[in-house]
């Protein structure tokens, strides 16, 4: 089965500093999608990014930035410039087949909370 | 706006008795899923339906009945609560299978089981 691991339970930085969160994924499908989701303490999941096995092109998004490896089987995630803003849990996911005709879940990992320092 | 709808936001419910949380999308959406949350283990999936009529058993569906008679609503039932079940609920949406269609979660129900 499809497994999501996110080793960092907890991340505590000073704003301003840059912070890499850590997915390393484990499937045994060629094709599979990959996202990560925002958590902040209001509770609704926020979708950050969707990325497909075949590109392995690193992806930026202002202060967000993402870097997808398949020979390391990671999919990490930084930001640069943290900001308290940006406080909350993040979950890394796998989409994972359900049937065999298309439908598949996602498979989250257990999530990192970030706390940004003031 | 469009999106999912969750009712209740939350809910605090005694061991055994029943209730039933609803979903609702008006994105006309053919996939409906439930997962629940649960600290330190990520979201999983409790039940999906892939259209009207439908419904099917994801990774933990013991205890949680559905219901899926019209497109827009996916309705989760608790027949008989435990305290296992404390958790806080997400129902999510797709408009088709797979996942380069994107999901649409709903902002959650925290349900606790006395």
């Known amino acids: 089965a499809q497994k999501v691991t996110q080793a960092q339970t907890e991340i505590s930085v000073v704003e301003k500093e840059d912070v890499t969160l850590d997915c390393v994924y484990e499937?045994?499908?060629?094709?599979?999608?990959l996202f990560w989701y925002k958590q902040p303490p209001s509770g609704e999941l926020v979708f950050l990014i969707r990325?497909?096995?075949?590109?392995?092109q690193n992806e930026i998004s202002g202060r967000y930035s993402w870097n997808f490896q398949k020979s390391t089987s990671s999919f990490n995630f930084t930001i640069t410039a943290s900001q308290v803003v940006d406080s909350a849990v993040y979950f890394c996911?796998?989409?994972?087949?359900?049937?065999?005709?298309?439908?598949?879940?996602?498979?989250f990992g257990t999530g990192t909370r970030l706390t940004i320092i003031p | 706006n469009a999106g999912v709808t969750q009712t209740p936001k939350f809910r605090v419910l005694k061991t055994g008795q029943s209730m039933t949380l609803l979903c609702a999308q008006d994105?006309?959406?053919?996939?409906m899923y439930w997962y629940r949350q649960d600290p330190g283990m990520g979201l999983r999936l409790i039940h999906y339906?892939?259209?009207?009529?439908?419904?099917a058993k994801g990774e933990v569906p013991d205890g949680y009945n559905v219901s899926r008679l019209k497109k827009q609503n996916f309705l989760l039932g608790l027949e008989s609560a435990a305290p296992s079940q404390t958790s806080v609920y997400f129902c999510?949406?797709?408009?088709?299978?797979?996942?380069?269609?994107?999901?649409?979660f709903g902002s959650g129900t925290r349900l606790t089981v006395v």
């Open positions: 999510a949406s797709s408009y088709g299978g797979g996942p380069s269609y994107g999901y649409t």
């Open positions: 499937t045994r499908d060629t094709t599979y999608y």
């Open positions: 990325r497909n096995s075949f590109d392995e």
């Open positions: 996911a796998l989409s994972e087949p359900i049937t065999n005709f298309g439908n598949e879940k996602l498979t």
């Open positions: 994105m006309n959406h053919e996939y």
């Open positions: 339906s892939v259209g009207e009529g439908t419904t």
